[in-house]
């Protein structure tokens, strides 16, 4: 099977094509340009441009939004061994005093 490529020769080790590579700094700038930019339009428009994706969109919406959350979740697991019989009481009499307020409001 002939290459693709015939004038191409497979890199030596250690051997730099392009000693010069590219410019330092070229990537973040083009970075920091793309996030100005989308921060301007954000300014302007962002709000009714949500409403509308989330409207006429839902997919690219949610996408969005999971693109934006932290792939992985560290829950730190909180025992109650380090809390008084008293206080799970308290929190609780607290509780039951709110959920009782709230009935009488939904009244």
């Known amino acids: 099977m002939r290459s693709q490529y015939p004038n191409l020769k497979p890199i030596k080790l250690g051997e730099v094509r392009n000693p010069k590579g590219r410019p330092k700094g070229s990537r973040n700038k083009l970075s920091e340009a793309f996030i100005v930019a989308m921060c301007e ?49 308290d929190l609780l009499a607290a509780i039951r005093s709110v959920k009782a307020i709230e009935g009488c409001n939904n009244d």
């Open 41 to 89: 339009d954000f300014e302007q428009h962002g709000e009714a441009v949500i409403c509308k994706v989330r409207e006429e969109k839902p997919d690219q919406y949610l996408k969005v939004i999971a693109s934006i959350l932290p792939r992985e979740f560290h829950v730190a697991d909180a025992p109650l061994d380090d809390v008084t019989n008293d206080e799970i009481l």
